[in-house]
């Protein structure tokens, strides 16, 4: 008896020391070269934002430091950069539209032959405002595009080591296949087919802004819904591949995972369940390194996302604006150009944001549907 | 100069006009030439603080100057276009208005030449296609 006793004790104390090393142990097996490489891939602000809170080395421990009093002053510092750039195009279209509304007020006084021609300067000048940093701004988005889908695809490793680590290999495989596509796929389709068909657009929309007589505007809004309905269709597909195989794998991990504790509970004498138990904790524990790397990967791609996307806000808030100063002076010929501007910016945003939640969706959906019953 | 004044003088200066034109018309046309040149440059020198309120926002903004120079100068030149032509219809000159008119379009656009060339360049750089 007094010998059971004792095995009994050796063993429980072997459960808590796993319990409390199994996480730092687990994570240290993380190799650090596919760290260093994930976050290397991305561009140095958001670098230098995940080393100031000590992510940069995928350390969940360093989570708690994410408050939101460190957070706001970064975003308002983001905010303030980005809206830079609309905000004096929205003051020189502004002045621009000023100056054709004088004009166009001594309308009647002026030969009617002359007002076409002042139309066409007045348009030209808002394009040159509005077309040179909207150039720059297209190939921004689309590198960070291109950056996301090689972070994705440097971080795949980690986060399949880390499902594998947590005792579900088939959640760990489904991953990485439908990971592994969706980042070549998205690094293809940005570089394939957004990056020509956006430049492409926006040349088309501001050759139609020169002339009166060309009105392009139309086939502009066709595309940017054809795109739209593309991007929902794809996300669509996406999350149900990637929920489905989830749900599968994970139920087949979990039945795994429960065969190996009845086994524990029932084969084992004596401390059979508290071995089941501390295997319980282990996975706990390791599904803790896998949420925290997942967490980390979707702040990764938010801080990569983010300038993106406010710059995208504010250009559509200076175009609408724009627009709506034109519409109340009366003014036809800027209100073509703004528009169709404003659709191609919108088309960016959506595939700005599409690519934001595939990140943000596919690591959510395999630290959420990866728990264990 | 305050448009009552501006008002008063066009009226003098038509009113003189008409009654001087029974007699000899080169005069009456050259009073009209006078009063409205003396108008024009009254206005100009009132609308610049527009074009400067312009120029500043411009400059504010950090946006190419170039710009706002190019649309001053073709607002300018119909502006001067129109005076012209208005002058050229009075004297009964509708064919010297048209060409004019012709001219002033012409100088328009090749003002904007340089905008045409930037929208060019942009578009061309857009669609891949180095210049």
């Not at chain 1, 996480?23 to 260093?36: F, H, I, W």
């Not at chain 1, 905000?87 to 002359?114: D, W």
């Not at chain 1, 020509?196 to 007589?213: C, N, Q, T, Y």
């Amino acid at each position: 008896m007094k010998k059971i006793i004792v095995f009994s004790f050796v063993i429980v104390v072997i459960a808590f020391s796993m319990f409390s090393a199994s996480a730092e142990t687990y994570e240290n097996l993380l190799n650090d070269s596919d760290k260093k490489e994930a976050v290397n891939v991305l561009p140095d602000n958001v670098q230098d934002f995940l080393k100031e809170f000590g992510l940069d080395s995928f350390d969940f421990s360093n989570l708690n430091k994410l408050t939101l009093k460190n957070i706001f002053p970064k975003f308002l510092n983001t905010v303030s950069s980005e809206s830079k750039n609309p905000m004096k195009a929205f003051a020189a279209i502004i002045a621009v539209m000023l100056l054709y509304s004088i004009i166009y007020g001594v309308k009647s006084t002026l030969e009617n032959t002359l007002q076409p021609v002042i139309s066409v300067s007045v348009t030209l000048c808002i394009i040159c405002i509005l077309v040179i940093p909207l150039t720059g701004f297209t190939e921004t988005v689309v590198n960070t595009i291109k950056i996301s889908s090689d972070f994705m695809t440097a971080y795949i490793p980690i986060m399949v080591f880390a499902l594998g680590l947590s005792g579900q290999p088939l959640t760990s495989a489904g991953y990485y296949a439908v990971m592994m596509f969706t980042s070549q796929s998205v690094s293809r389709i940005s570089s394939e087919i957004i990056a020509p068909f956006m430049k492409i657009m926006l040349a088309v929309s501001v050759s139609s802004g020169i002339s009166p007589s060309v009105n392009l505007s139309g086939i502009i809004r066709f595309i940017t819904k054809f795109t739209r309905i593309l991007l929902v269709f794809s996300m669509s597909i996406f999350t149900g591949i990637l929920s489905f195989k989830q749900v599968l794998s994970t139920g087949a991990d979990n039945v795994s995972s429960r065969a190996v504790r009845l086994s524990l509970s029932s084969f084992v004498p004596i401390v059979g369940s508290a071995l089941s138990e501390a295997y319980r904790t282990v996975q706990g524990s390791v599904g803790l390194l896998k949420s925290g790397v997942g967490i980390i990967s979707v702040i990764a791609a938010i801080a990569l996302f983010a300038p993106s996307v406010i710059q995208c806000v504010f250009w559509m808030l200076t175009l609408s604006f724009s627009k709506s100063i034109a519409e109340i002076l009366n003014l036809r010929e800027p209100c073509v150009i703004l528009d169709s501007v404003y659709c191609v910016i919108s088309t960016l945003f959506a595939a700005a944001l599409c690519m934001t939640l595939v990140f943000i969706i596919s690591s959510a959906v395999v630290v959420l549907l990866g728990g264990f019953s | 100069m305050s448009i009552s004044v501006i008002c008063l003088l066009g009226i003098i200066t038509a009113v003189i006009s008409v009654s001087i034109r029974k007699y000899n018309s080169e005069i009456a046309f050259l009073l009209t030439l006078a009063g409205c040149i003396i108008i024009f440059l009254s206005v100009i020198f009132n609308i610049s603080t527009v074009f400067d309120t312009a120029k500043n926002i411009f400059e504010s903004a950090s946006v190419n100057s170039s710009y706002i120079k190019i649309l001053l100068k073709a607002i300018g030149l119909c502006f001067i276009c129109e005076f012209a032509v208005d002058l050229c219809i009075d004297s009964g000159q509708r064919s010297l208005a048209n060409n004019i008119s012709i001219a002033g379009k012409a100088l328009v656009l090749v003002t904007a030449i340089p905008l045409y060339k930037d929208v060019l360049n942009a578009v061309l750089s857009l669609t891949g296609v180095s210049v």
